[in-house]
Nanobody, 119 residues
Framework: VQLQASGGGLVQAGGSLRLSCAAS????????MGWYRQAPGKQRELVAS???????NVADSVKGRFTISRDNAKNTVTLQMNSLKPEDTAVYYC??????????????WGQGTLVTVSS
């Protein structure tokens, strides 16, 4: 599975950005798609994810500001980020998870896109 992410950039605090990610090369259903981020000197953390049936998991730090959506037919996931804060500055990674026939999970990662929020 290849994940192609786009949409990062530089924005002022309070602004908005939209990240998009498209998955290709999959001949199976991707169970979960989502976004993680990693700020300098910090561990990678989940931002938001959505299952194929629409269940969402959103980090407390972005609830009410970020919205994740998914198009199963196109294998795309989008993260709409509003009211951005300097602490949202990080490299954002698109992620896809597939549970295989043995019950274990396979993780796939995009190349990362930088989001910088200036104060």
């Amino acid at each position: 599975v290849q994940l192609q992410a786009s949409g990062g950039g530089l924005v002022q605090a309070g602004g908005s950005l939209r990240l998009s990610c498209a998955a290709s090369g999959s001949n199976f259903r991707i169970n979960v798609m989502g976004w993680y981020r990693q700020a300098p000197g910090k561990q990678r953390e989940l931002v938001a994810s959505v299952t194929s049936d629409g269940s969402r998991n959103v980090a407390d730090s972005v609830k009410g500001r970020f919205t994740i959506s998914r198009d199963n037919a196109k294998n795309t996931v989008t993260l709409q980020m509003n009211s951005l804060k300097p602490e949202d500055t990080a490299v954002y990674y698109c992620n896809a998870k597939h549970r295989n026939g043995l019950g274990s999970w396979n993780d796939y990662w995009g190349q990362g896109t930088l989001v910088t929020v200036s104060s």
